[in-house]
């Protein structure tokens, strides 16, 4: 088992930038491919960004690409999202997930191990 906790969420204008990160604990997390994924209420949960086991490849769609930064830290368990120039549409509820192996990174019904969601909340 692998436990995630999401934290950083919270009102952030359109043009701002956010933070979040993911804590794991439970398994080796270097042994962990993880990702970031969103869902509004009433849609499926949207791929936002992937990294690998050792950070040597990253993935991102392309509603983000350019503005939106995945990173991992294996010594201390954690993996971030850099939200930079936010728009109306990002603001929603982030996941993070962890799977050991992935033939698609970017569907999430192949990861295993979620976190509870944190919200990011736009303020006009």
């Known amino acids: 088992q692998v436990q995630l906790i999401e934290s950083g969420g919270g009102l952030v204008q359109s043009g701002g930038s956010l933070r979040l990160s993911c804590a794991a604990s439970?398994?080796?997390?270097?042994?962990?491919?993880m990702a970031w994924f969103r869902q509004t209420p009433g849609k499926e949960r949207e791929f936002v960004a992937f990294?690998?086991?050792?950070?040597?490849?990253?993935e991102y769609a392309d509603s983000v690409k350019g503005r939106f930064t995945i990173s991992r830290d294996n010594a201390k368990n954690t993996v971030s999202l850099q939200m930079n120039s936010l728009k109306p549409e990002d603001p929603t509820v982030y996941y993070c997930?962890?799977?050991?192996?992935?033939?698609?990174?970017?569907?999430?019904?192949?990861?295993?191990?979620w976190g509870q969601g944190t919200q990011v909340t736009g303020s006009s």
């Open positions: 997930a962890a799977e050991r192996y992935l033939d698609d990174y970017t569907g999430p019904a192949l990861y295993s191990f």
């Open positions: 439970g398994r080796t997390f270097s042994n962990y491919l």
């Open positions: 990294v690998s086991w050792s950070a040597d490849v990253t």
